[in-house]
T-cell receptor
Framework: EAGVVQSPRYKIIEKKQPVAFWCNPI?????LYWYRQNLGQGPELLIR????????DSQLPKDRFSAERLKGVDSTLKIQPAELGDSAVYLC???????????????FGPGTRLTVT | GDSVTQMEGPVTLSEEAFLTINCTYT??????LFWYVQYPGEGLQLLLK?????DKGSNKGFEATYRKETTSFHLEKGSVQVSDSAVYFC???????????FGAGTRLAVHP
């Protein structure tokens, strides 16, 4: 079974430039998460989707970050414009959840390491 | 809000030594608790979990017991191997929100 796929694995951009990250979750998983992991810290949730709907985006800096999950499958996270403080690893995860049942396990992709110079 | 605190690393051990990585949590409800491991260049993998007080999670020789009275979920292994070298993250999941809250991670280095 294929795991969570993310691309690119690494990205170096200059500040004020736009950048986008792509995630393809495990087949059949209806819930998708984007996390940001700063150096030396644990991941922090940015946004969670259930199917196409963003059900928790309270931690997403909406002035420069946007995300979409068209058709409830793969997802794109965008930053425009990027700032120096956005340098981090962006992790995507997926899980299967229905009303009354939740798989506790979130499966993580390898992440995209973003460096803003 | 809910939070997780882990012991700072790095933790450096010789092969076959005993491992303990401390983890304590703060939560208003009754969370589920997890340990994730991140090997170099890879994504986070679930190592073990416990969903209620006094549950013991175990996997690959690692164990952790959900202690509600001390709000702790310490990770232990009786005999570490070089291949256990990785970063270990303690996390909680609030039952009301399907969101993981992670500690800062503890890097483990095991030498032959």
């Amino acid at each position: 079974e294929a795991g969570v796929v993310q691309s690119p694995r690494y990205k170096i951009i200059e500040k004020k430039q736009p950048v986008a990250f792509w995630c393809n979750p495990i087949s059949g998983h209806n819930t998708l998460y984007w996390y940001r992991q700063n150096l030396g810290q644990g991941p922090e949730l940015l946004i969670r989707y259930e199917n196409e709907e963003a059900v928790d985006d309270s931690q997403l800096p909406k002035d420069r970050f946007s995300a979409e999950r068209l058709k409830g499958v793969d997802s794109t996270l965008k930053i425009q414009p990027a700032e120096l403080g956005d340098s981090a690893v962006y992790l995507c995860a997926s899980s299967f959840q229905t009303s009354g049942f939740s798989s506790y396990e979130q499966y993580f992709g390898p992440g995209t390491r973003l460096t803003v110079t | 809000g809910d939070s997780v605190t882990q012991m700072e690393g790095p933790v450096t051990l010789s092969e076959e030594a005993f491992l303990t990585i401390n983890c304590t949590y703060t939560a208003t409800g009754y969370p589920s608790l997890f340990w994730y491991v991140q090997y170099p260049g890879e994504g986070l993998q679930l190592l073990l979990k416990a969903t209620k007080a006094d549950d013991k999670g175990s996997n690959k020789g690692f164990e952790a017991t959900y202690r509600k009275e001390t709000t702790s979920f310490h990770l232990e292994k009786g005999s570490v191997q070089v291949s256990d070298s990785a970063v270990y993250f303690c996390a909680l999941r609030d039952g009301g929100y399907n969101k993981l809250i992670f500690g800062a991670g503890t890097r483990l280095a095991v030498h032959p």
